[in-house]
T-cell receptor
Framework: KQEVTQIPAALSVPEGENLVLNCSFTDSAIYNLQWFRQDPGKGLTSLLLIQSSQREQTSGRLNASLDKSSGRSTLYIAASQPGDSATYLCAVRHGNKLVFGAGTILRVKS | GAVVSQHPSRVICKSGTSVKIECRSLDFQATTMFWYRQFPKQSLMLMATSNEGSKATYEQGVEKDKFLINHASLTLSTLTVTSAHPEDSSFYIC??????????FGPGTRLTVL
């Protein structure tokens, strides 16, 4: 059974700091890995999607890496801003399903 | 880009009543739709997967007679919570996927059962 773990569960940083969110998964037979952002009481916004054959994807201040063999991914956020405050979810596509981690709650203080 | 809508966004009902939530793919045909449930400060848990015109496949522990899913067309799926109870209060999120592509998520429906 595929399990996805995210560390840390919560993170509070001052504005401007660079930060890394971690995601690990137990079964390396994934189709892709995706990072989402969820604001309180809202749905999911897709941030980055990495195919299983890729090592990383970048979008603006965000960079996601994937090491499929070790079952790990990181989401790097550069120069964090208060607007980045949200819950960040990692999900792997395993078979026909997306399996989600529990998320990291990020708070960026101004 | 691909848009998925849900209706209603928020519903409050009395215990024992049934509630229907609609999920629509607005600009693509969704051969597969997924329904998730999210409890406060927890992640999304897949409830069921449905393919257009077929019966839904439910995850272990999800009662199919309580959570009725209908995927009658390529753009619409409905989730009906039958005889809702307070423990069914949760955030329900649907997701839609075209034949070959990524999943797109709806904005969610907040269900509160009194």
């Amino acid at each position: 059974k595929q399990e996805v773990t995210q560390i840390p569960a919560a993170l509070s940083v001052p504005e401007g700091e660079n930060l890394v969110l971690n995601c690990s998964f137990t079964d390396s037979a994934i189709y892709n890995l995706q990072w989402f952002r969820q604001d309180p009481g809202k749905g999911l916004t897709s941030l980055l999607l990495i195919q299983s054959s890729q090592r990383e994807q970048t979008s603006g201040r965000l960079n996601a890496s994937l090491d499929k063999s070790s079952g790990r991914s990181t989401l790097y956020i550069a120069a964090s801003q208060p607007g980045d405050s949200a819950t960040y979810l990692c999900a792997v596509r395993h078979g026909n399903k997306l399996v989600f981690g529990a998320g990291t709650i990020l708070r960026v203080k101004s | 880009g691909a848009v998925v809508s849900q209706h209603p966004s928020r519903v409050i009902c009395k215990s024992g009543t049934s509630v229907k939530i609609e999920c629509r793919s607005l600009d693509f045909q969704a051969t597969t739709m997924f329904w998730y449930r999210q409890f406060p400060k927890q992640s999304l848990m897949l409830m069921a997967t449905s393919n257009e015109g077929s019966k839904a496949t439910y995850e272990q522990g999800v009662e199919k007679d309580k959570f009725l899913i209908n995927h009658a067309s390529l753009t619409l799926s409905t989730l009906t919570v039958t005889s809702a109870h307070p423990e069914d209060s949760s955030f329900y999120i649907c997701s839609a996927r075209p034949y070959s592509g990524n999943q797109f998520f709806g904005p969610g429906t907040r269900l509160t059962v009194l």
